[in-house]
Nanobody
Framework: QVQLVESGGGLVQAGGSLRLSCAASGHTVSRYGMGWFRQAPGKDREFVAGISWNGGSTSYAESVKCRFTISRDNAKNTVDLQMNSLKPEDTGVYYC?????????????????WGQGTQVTVSS
C-alpha cells in the first residue's frame, strides 16, 4: 500500500509563504492522481488543490486560486503545495491524498490513500 507523509507546515504571519511537501513510499504514485485537502477547527475537510498523474492538469478551490500552486515530481515520488499570500482563514491541518485510479477531483471519497496531515497556522 501507498504511505504518504506531509511536511513543511508551521506558523507564519498573514501575507507570508509556506511550501508543503508530500512524500510517497511503498509504491510509485507516478500514475496516480494527487490532491491536497485541509481541515480547519470545527469544519469539515475541504478540497484545496488537485493534480493529474502527469501534472498536465491542475485544479484549485476558489478560495486559494492565484495564491497556491500544486506540483509534482514523479521521479522523486513527491507532491508539493506552494502557498503564498497566506491568510488567517488558511489555518488548518493539511492532508495529502492519492488515488490509484488517477482521480484528482474535489471529492475526498475519490481518493484511496491519505497522509496524517501537517499543521499550518497563519496569524493576523
Amino acid at each position: 500500500q501507498v504511505q504518504l507523509v506531509e511536511s513543511g507546515g508551521g506558523l507564519v504571519q498573514a501575507g507570508g509563504s509556506l511550501r508543503l511537501s508530500c512524500a510517497a513510499s511503498g509504491h510509485t504514485v507516478s500514475r496516480y492522481g494527487m490532491g491536497w485537502f485541509r481541515q480547519a477547527p470545527g469544519k469539515d475537510r475541504e478540497f484545496v488543490a488537485g493534480i493529474s498523474w502527469n501534472g498536465g492538469s491542475t485544479s484549485y478551490a476558489e478560495s486559494v486560486k492565484c495564491r497556491f500552486t500544486i506540483s509534482r515530481d514523479n521521479a522523486k515520488n513527491t507532491v508539493d503545495l506552494q502557498m503564498n499570500s497566506l491568510k488567517p482563514e488558511d489555518t488548518g491541518v493539511y492532508y495529502c491524498a492519492a488515488d490509484r485510479y488517477i482521480y484528482s477531483g474535489s471529492s475526498p471519497y475519490g481518493y484511496d490513500y491519505w497522509g496524517q496531515g501537517t499543521q499550518v497556522t497563519v496569524s493576523s
